[in-house]
């Protein structure tokens, strides 16, 4: 680990989530992770990183430690109240098939 | 990992996944031995890719004129890009980069022997592109499929830019194969040189190889050593001959009743002495990557002390205000 002047070893660059819009009409996706000092040079390096080839149209770059995200073992919990409710979806209704257009 | 499960129904939910031929992302539990199994595989590829850049980046100030020079500028920076998706990978598995590059710093963990080989001639870049790349590609093609999500979607995109990497490395040799006498002779010497230890790029053997029954158990790995390499040397055969070049094994013929090209012994000894530091250029690799890590330490410094200096300002015209729904959050 490098040390600083003062001594102290060297900070490592901060983690941050990159999200790009691949082309208009679509919503940002992630892509992947990088490290940068700080949000220009995210941005910089996610350009260099993740769009080479005109992959996006816009980033975006957020600092990892600000993701709040649900936990997988509380999965069953969380998602559970879905799981029974089929009649959300339109496939739940028997139609006769003479009735069009629904 | 703070599992609320116990252990069992962590394990046997993590069987299931895996059974199911769906993925395990980060947060999930998973035994250890399938962490640092995907943590030193992944480690080790990341390092292949940044070591990778060497070869080819000799010769990038000699490249024959500037359209190749800008190929070849494309591709390295690719490399680049390659281990910098791996090590994002690698790092959802709770390692640091840093430490990374520190175990391979102290050649505590591996990259791959093919780049302990030396460019002596421009036709190397092209036997490179067709025969490294095409092996890397064989190899990586399965891993899209990986268990590991991470891994897998990192293995999209590489194996999507490798493409463009081999195309080339085959043109470059094609072009040197039709010119003069000269240019022939050089292509031919460099695919000489570049076939064995591409061959010798699947690893070892079937029967030598302790961890891939493992790996397939698992789904990390889903063909062996042995049935990527015949099918890397099933491909190559007819390459060769669109090229005009002779590949060096004079045990290579096609047995129609395998379905499959016969080739010759491989020197395991060779691999063994390169894998184990004694290659060509293990040292002067090693001891680059040393340098331009070390070189480079004063510019992530005065980068973190500039962050820190600035910190709280506008991140220059980056704001999400500009971007009408950047408020939304990632919903």
Redesign the interface.
Known sequence: ??L?PDGSA????P?WEV?VRPKRGLS?THA????A?????A?QNAR??FT??QEGV?I???PSAQIT?S????KDAFFDPAGDKVYRHPTFYEIPDEAEHL | MTAQLGDEDAQASFDAVIAADQRIEPRDWMPEAYRSTLVRQIAQHAHSEIIGMQPEGNWLTRAPSLKRKAILIAKVQDEAGHGLYLYGAAETLGVSRDDLLDLLHAGRQRYSSIFNYPTLTWADVGAIGWLVDGAAIMNQIPLTRCSYGPYGRAMVRICKEESFHQRQGFELLLTMSRGTNEQHAMAQDAVNRWWWPAVMMFGPPDSDSPHSGQSMAWGIKRFSNDELRQRFVDVSVPQAAVLGLDLPDAALAWDAERGHYDFGEIDWSEFKRVLSGDGPCNRQRLARRLQAHEEGAWVREAAMAYAAKHAGEDAGGAKTSREGDGHAAVA
């Open positions: 680990m490098p600083s060297a900070a490592p660059w983690l999200f940002h992947g992770s990088l490290h000092p700080d949000a220009t040079i941005l260099d990183l080479r080839r816009s975006w770059v957020v995200a936990s997988p073992d509380e």
